[in-house]
């Protein structure tokens, strides 16, 4: 067992909002230089840039981990992780078919980028990432479920898309094994506010939309990695984040 740190919601330039400098290969270069060991991909709705992501994370040897920032039907965020990448891009296959469609005004809401291995674009995705899906918090944990992965509301200090902000509070159904914060100091202040946060795993992520936004000073996990490989640190990092070691 050794200590990982990471970062465990990351948007690249599939996201509408995000820096088109965000690219696979820019994400996990910077990782390594931050001293990132584990980062996980979390688009908007999207899990279609994680094949390339993982090619990078390679390279560097960061520990790369597929996911989704998914945005229920109440505009609430949901980071949802997945063990495997082939589990993550079915997972995607059913949002795209949960997902509104509205054509992406790339004047307003910026490029929408699909990257190969190589950092170059080799798709574009025409409609609007970022808006809700008709998924709703409830059926959340079921559909990630079926995929074999794990969500939580993402960033609930903040204000934007938090569920905290959105309910008034922080729901006891549907039950989620984790929460996400985004500022560290609240990992204090907010279990004691939210009691029933104390039962839950806390993660703190940066929620990066462009390089800059990555920190380098890192929340970390004990994770189990004997006999070592990326794949059974990243097993045993899921197991943390549903409660089950």
């Known amino acids: 067992m050794n200590r990982y740190t990471y970062d465990l919601h990351v948007h690249s330039c599939l996201s509408p909002c995000a820096d088109n400098d965000n690219t696979p290969n820019n994400l996990a270069g910077m990782a390594a230089l931050n001293g990132i060991q584990i980062m996980a991909l979390t688009d908007h709705n999207s899990c279609r840039n994680c094949p390339a992501f993982f090619t990078a994370a390679k390279r560097y040897g960061v520990i790369p981990v597929p996911g989704m920032e998914l945005t229920t039907a109440e505009d609430i965020h949901v980071v949802c992780l997945f063990e495997n990448l082939e589990d993550a891009l079915s997972f995607n296959d059913e949002v795209d078919s949960r997902r509104i469609l509205i054509p992406n005004r790339k004047d307003i809401f910026g490029d929408q980028f699909i990257m190969d291995e190589n950092d170059e674009i080799s798709g574009e995705e025409p409609n609007l990432l970022s808006n809700a899906t008709t998924i709703s918090l409830d059926e959340a944990p079921e559909i990630v479920g079926k995929y074999g992965g794990v969500c939580y509301p993402a960033h609930i200090d903040r204000e934007a898309n938090g569920v905290i902000a959105v309910l008034g509070t922080f729901p006891e159904s549907p039950y ?70």
């Open 176 to 245: 989620f094994s984790a929460a996400e914060l985004h500022f560290a100091e609240n990992l204090g202040k907010y279990p004691e506010e939210f009691p029933v946060l104390k039962e839950k795993t806390l993660v703190v992520s940066s929620d990066a939309h462009y390089l800059g936004d990555l920190r380098e000073e890192n929340e970390s996990f004990m994770i189990p990695d004997e006999p070592y490989s990326g794949a059974f640190v990243r097993k045993n990092l899921i197991r943390i984040l549903k409660g089950e070691a």
